[in-house]
Protein backbone atom coordinates (compact mmCIF):
# COMPACT_ATOMS: atom_id res chain seq x y z
CA UNK A 1 0.00 0.00 0.00
CA UNK A 2 1.77 3.31 -1.23
CA UNK A 3 1.17 6.83 -0.64
CA UNK A 4 -1.44 7.12 -2.75
CA UNK A 5 -2.79 4.77 -0.90
CA UNK A 6 -2.74 7.39 2.26
CA UNK A 7 -3.59 10.15 0.41
CA UNK A 8 -7.16 8.74 -1.12
CA UNK A 9 -7.84 7.29 2.41
CA UNK A 10 -7.13 10.80 3.84
CA UNK A 11 -9.11 12.67 0.97
CA UNK A 12 -12.48 10.41 1.59
CA UNK A 13 -12.18 10.60 5.16
CA UNK A 14 -12.15 14.23 4.89
CA UNK A 15 -15.05 14.75 2.59
CA UNK A 16 -16.97 12.05 4.39
CA UNK A 17 -16.16 13.98 7.71
CA UNK A 18 -17.49 17.11 6.16
CA UNK A 19 -20.85 15.77 4.87
CA UNK A 20 -21.87 14.47 7.93
CA UNK A 21 -20.94 17.61 9.62
CA UNK A 22 -23.21 19.53 7.21
CA UNK A 23 -25.75 16.71 7.54
CA UNK A 24 -25.58 17.39 11.27
CA UNK A 25 -26.06 21.01 10.49
CA UNK A 26 -28.92 20.51 8.55
CA UNK A 27 -30.66 18.38 10.96
CA UNK A 28 -30.08 20.41 14.03
CA UNK A 29 -31.71 23.46 12.23
CA UNK A 30 -34.79 20.98 11.42
CA UNK A 31 -35.19 20.66 15.15
CA UNK A 32 -34.39 23.80 15.63
CA UNK A 33 -37.18 25.23 13.70
CA UNK A 34 -39.24 21.82 14.70
CA UNK A 35 -38.45 23.40 18.50
CA UNK A 36 -39.36 26.66 17.93
CA UNK A 37 -42.52 26.19 15.95
CA UNK A 38 -43.73 24.14 18.98
CA UNK A 39 -42.95 26.63 21.74
CA UNK A 40 -44.99 29.03 19.31
CA UNK A 41 -47.77 26.73 19.50
CA UNK A 42 -47.78 26.26 23.11
CA UNK A 43 -47.88 29.63 23.60
CA UNK A 44 -50.98 29.87 21.63
CA UNK A 45 -52.51 27.22 23.98
CA UNK A 46 -51.43 28.77 27.00
CA UNK A 47 -53.17 31.82 26.36
CA UNK A 48 -56.21 30.31 24.95
CA UNK A 49 -55.86 28.22 28.38
CA UNK A 50 -55.51 31.44 30.78
CA UNK A 51 -58.48 33.02 28.57
CA UNK A 52 -60.67 29.90 29.21
CA UNK A 53 -59.82 30.40 32.78
CA UNK A 54 -60.60 33.85 32.97
CA UNK A 55 -63.93 33.40 31.35
CA UNK A 56 -64.95 30.73 34.00
CA UNK A 57 -64.01 32.84 36.70
CA UNK A 58 -66.38 35.63 35.29
CA UNK A 59 -69.09 33.09 35.10
CA UNK A 60 -68.65 32.28 38.36
CA UNK A 61 -68.75 35.52 39.73
CA UNK A 62 -71.64 36.08 37.94
CA UNK A 63 -73.77 33.59 39.00
CA UNK A 64 -72.61 34.38 42.60
CA UNK A 65 -74.00 37.73 42.19
CA UNK A 66 -77.01 36.70 40.59
CA UNK A 67 -77.37 33.99 43.85
CA UNK A 68 -76.59 36.44 46.25
CA UNK A 69 -79.24 39.44 44.87
CA UNK A 70 -81.59 36.69 44.33
CA UNK A 71 -81.19 36.04 47.87
CA UNK A 72 -81.20 39.49 48.82
CA UNK A 73 -85.18 40.14 46.78
CA UNK A 74 -86.57 36.97 48.27
CA UNK A 75 -85.55 37.94 51.65
CA UNK A 76 -86.60 41.43 51.34
CA UNK A 77 -89.97 40.00 50.12
CA UNK A 78 -90.23 37.83 53.00
CA UNK A 79 -89.46 41.01 55.39
CA UNK A 80 -86.67 38.83 57.30
CA UNK A 81 -84.08 41.73 56.14
CA UNK A 82 -80.26 40.40 56.18
CA UNK A 83 -79.72 38.40 58.97
CA UNK A 84 -79.97 35.07 60.52
CA UNK A 85 -80.73 32.51 57.84
CA UNK A 86 -80.43 35.14 55.19
CA UNK A 87 -76.74 35.86 56.01
CA UNK A 88 -76.28 32.40 56.03
CA UNK A 89 -77.46 31.69 52.70
CA UNK A 90 -75.19 35.04 51.24
CA UNK A 91 -71.95 33.29 53.28
CA UNK A 92 -72.44 30.32 51.85
CA UNK A 93 -72.83 31.15 48.09
CA UNK A 94 -69.75 33.15 48.47
CA UNK A 95 -68.02 30.21 49.78
CA UNK A 96 -68.99 28.26 47.08
CA UNK A 97 -68.12 30.71 44.59
CA UNK A 98 -64.39 30.77 45.95
CA UNK A 99 -64.27 26.79 46.08
CA UNK A 100 -65.37 26.96 42.24
CA UNK A 101 -62.52 30.04 41.87
CA UNK A 102 -59.97 27.40 43.46
CA UNK A 103 -61.29 24.88 41.26
CA UNK A 104 -61.27 26.98 38.22
CA UNK A 105 -57.39 28.29 39.19
CA UNK A 106 -56.39 24.34 39.50
CA UNK A 107 -57.24 23.27 36.65
CA UNK A 108 -56.12 25.95 34.44
CA UNK A 109 -52.73 25.05 36.40
CA UNK A 110 -52.76 21.89 35.22
CA UNK A 111 -53.93 22.81 31.47
CA UNK A 112 -50.62 25.26 31.45
CA UNK A 113 -48.41 22.33 32.97
CA UNK A 114 -49.79 20.09 30.58
CA UNK A 115 -48.88 22.33 27.41
CA UNK A 116 -45.13 23.14 29.10
CA UNK A 117 -44.77 19.24 29.07
CA UNK A 118 -45.43 18.73 25.58
CA UNK A 119 -42.59 20.70 24.85
CA UNK A 120 -39.46 18.65 24.49
CA UNK A 121 -36.61 18.76 21.78
CA UNK A 122 -36.76 16.41 18.93
CA UNK A 123 -34.17 14.28 18.37
CA UNK A 124 -31.34 13.25 20.31
CA UNK A 125 -28.98 16.44 20.58
CA UNK A 126 -26.51 16.27 18.10
CA UNK A 127 -22.66 16.79 18.54
CA UNK A 128 -20.86 17.42 15.32
CA UNK A 129 -17.20 16.98 16.49
CA UNK A 130 -18.40 12.87 17.38
CA UNK A 131 -20.23 12.87 13.96
CA UNK A 132 -17.06 14.17 11.90
CA UNK A 133 -14.74 11.95 14.06
CA UNK A 134 -17.23 8.89 12.98
CA UNK A 135 -17.88 9.64 9.96
CA UNK A 136 -13.97 10.35 9.23
CA UNK A 137 -13.00 7.01 10.84
CA UNK A 138 -15.55 5.28 8.09
CA UNK A 139 -14.35 7.08 5.54
CA UNK A 140 -10.84 6.08 6.46
CA UNK A 141 -11.54 3.02 6.78
CA UNK A 142 -13.50 2.96 3.31
CA UNK A 143 -10.37 4.71 1.45
CA UNK A 144 -7.81 2.42 3.11
CA UNK A 145 -10.02 -0.57 1.40
CA UNK A 146 -10.15 0.87 -1.62
CA UNK A 147 -6.39 1.81 -1.88
CA UNK A 148 -5.95 -2.11 -1.21
CA UNK A 149 -7.82 -2.73 -3.94
CA UNK A 150 -5.49 -0.16 -6.32
CA UNK A 151 -2.70 -1.23 -5.05
CA UNK A 152 -3.55 -4.75 -6.04
CA UNK A 153 -4.83 -3.79 -9.27
CA UNK A 154 -1.76 -1.95 -10.26
CA UNK A 155 0.76 -3.67 -8.97
CA UNK A 156 2.69 -6.01 -11.46
CA UNK A 157 2.47 -10.12 -11.34
Known amino acids: MGIESAVAAA ?3 GVAAYGANEDAKAQKAGQ ?4 TAQVQAAGVAREQVKAQGDLEKQKNFDA ?3 LRSTARVAAGEAGLGLSGSTNAILRQISFDAQANNIIINRNTNMGLARIQSGIQPVGPAIDPFTNALVAGMQGAGSGLAIGAQ ?3 ANSPE
Not at 32 to 35: D, E, I, M, N, P
Open 11 to 13: VLG
Open 32 to 35: SQAL
Open 64 to 66: AHR
Open 150 to 152: LSY
